[in-house]
């Protein structure tokens, strides 16, 4: 699994067709959260109902106070991956407990279309699914 995150650590940017609109949102949100006056509370507002499609912009957000952009990006990334694969892992062994080597399949697939295409909320639902 680890040299499997590797590549993301290795390259400055992660290479996704949304990945950058997600960032610059949750930094936008991050604007909003603090409590100096920008640009952000001038033009934005926080949406008072809770869609269901936010949790990626919710941790991608938490982890910009923590970490710069590009890092929290690879972070987010480097979560789903693990925790895909401690997931599957988990419910293969929920079916039936022989099949755990069978674990190590979901390994080639973590890094998928829709994990280049930027569908973080898509890709942190697939670990919660299982």
Known sequence: MALQILPVFLFRY???????????NCLVLKDLFKSQ???AQTHYTLNPQFPLN???????????????????EKLILTIYAV???LSARYALASI??????????????VFN???YLGFYNFIIAIPIFF
């Open 14 to 24: 992660f290479p996704s067709h949304d990945g950058p609109i997600h960032i610059y």
């Open 37 to 39: 006056h920008g640009l």
């Open 54 to 72: 936010v949790l990626a912009h919710v941790l991608l957000t938490a982890l910009t106070f923590v970490a710069i952009p590009l890092v929290a």
């Open 83 to 85: 925790t895909l694969g």
């Open 96 to 109: 039936r407990r022989q099949s755990l080597f069978l674990s190590f399949l979901i390994l080639p697939t």
């Open 113 to 115: 279309f829709t994990v």
